[in-house]
């Protein structure tokens, strides 16, 4: 079902609801019956579910931005697992201890001909909203069974507003029971009864949709003749002169009620240009978003069978090559290297202290070493005759 379709069933449902609960108020209050009471809470709680499943679809419209790069379909399904949770607690729970209280202060009832006249404009007004939805139904489910269909719909505001309407006809036939019964009958506590029943349905409804509603919250695949069809798609371009050579895996989740994200992994043949590749993906975009518009995103992991099976050898190799690099390395780490050269520095001059204008003096230069002439040492000559002093004369 379209987005429209689901909002204008809701917003009829909401209608009737709203003027359903109001007469049931009243007139639980003019008779004090149980029953009827647990059916204008019953009414009052699916007036306030329609108002956030309107909620729910506003905000599951929205479009996608950078946080939420896949749109916001899903809060779709938030909302009603909310829904689900709203009905078991608050009209299931308080039918039964309405009912409970009944049986254990029982009393008559008043005026039950305003309870019949409520109860039959209840189911008139029920009825209209049932058709609407159980025709929008019909429409989308085609050639499927009715449970087929509303086991595997993905359109939580179809199948919460159609269980609502069906448990919302059953409970009134349940109140004109226990009504009939305490009022031709006498039977006070059939009233009660009636009430804890109507309570029962309540919660089986809310368990069924909050297990539902919980397989679409968490991600749920497409049908299978969908996820075939896209399957037969994809095959078209696999064989002999066409570019994939096979396709690995084909994987969908709904991410709204006309939201599909397809992953698909094929292997491409060796030696495809870049180029071949684009066009492929071109065609594959348009031909399945054509046949299925709720494919709104498609990614395709484009592979290599060659490259696949090279990178898997490489991966077994690793090991014995690792081993040996290991080993490798743990030769090299015991391996002491060459001791390097070490040279000795010159010493530092030594700085003058600063001369008479206070400015220290520059150090002098090193003299080089071929400038600097070594000692002379005089050894004598043990053949020369030896020589004798001169005497000093005196004057």
Request: hydrophobic residues 45%.
């Amino acid at each position: 079902m379209s987005a429209g379709g689901s909002t204008t069933v809701v917003v009829i449902a909401l209608a009737c609801n709203l003027g359903i609960a109001a007469a049931k108020f009243v007139a639980a209050a003019w008779s004090g019956s149980s029953a009827m009471l647990s059916e204008a809470i019953h009414s009052l709680v699916d007036t306030s579910n329609q108002a956030l499943l309107l909620l729910g679809i506003r905000r599951s419209s929205r479009p996608a931005d950078e946080r939420h790069p896949f749109g916001y379909g899903m809060e779709l399904y938030f909302w009603s697992f909310i829904v689900a949770i709203v009905l078991f607690s608050l009209g299931a729970g308080v039918a039964i201890y309405e009912g409970v209280d009944k049986l254990l202060h029982p009393h008559p009832l008043q005026h039950a001909n305003i309870l019949y006249i409520v109860l039959g404009i209840a189911l008139v007004l029920e009825g209209i909203s049932t058709f609407q939805c159980m025709r929008e139904f019909n429409a989308r489910r085609g050639p499927l069974p009715w449970m087929t269909a509303l086991r595997t719909s993905k359109d939580p505001s179809l199948y919460t507003v159609l269980l609502e309407d069906c448990a919302a006809l059953a409970g009134l036939t349940i109140a004109f029971c226990g009504v009939l019964a305490a009022d031709q009958f006498g039977i006070e506590m059939a009233d009660g009864v009636a009430s804890i029943v109507i309570g029962v349905l309540l919660a089986m409804v809310a368990v069924f949709m909050s297990i539902e509603t919980k397989a679409l919250l968490i991600g749920e695949s497409v049908e299978p003749e969908v996820l075939a069809g896209i399957r037969a798609i994809i095959a078209a371009e696999t064989g002999t002169g066409k570019p994939i050579a096979d396709i690995n895996s084909i994987k969908t989740m709904h991410l709204g009620p006309d939201d599909i994200l397809v992953v698909a992994s094929v292997d491409f043949e060796d030696g495809q240009l870049a180029r071949a590749v684009e066009a492929t993906n071109a065609r594959l975009e348009l031909a399945i978003k054509t046949a299925y518009p709720a494919v709104r995103q498609l990614c395709l992991e484009v592979r290599s069978a060659a490259a696949v099976a090279r990178a898997a050898g490489g991966r077994h190799g690793s090991g014995s090559e690792a081993g040996s690099s290991s080993d490798r390395e743990t030769l090299t780490a015991v391996v002491i290297p060459p001791r390097a050269k070490t040279t000795v520095a010159a010493p530092a001059a030594i700085a003058k202290p600063p001369n008479r204008g206070g400015q220290a003096a520059a150090p002098r230069e090193p003299i080089p070493s071929k400038m600097v002439k070594p000692p002379t040492t005089i050894t004598p000559n043990p053949h020369a005759p030896p020589t004798k002093g001169k005497k000093k004369h005196r004057r």
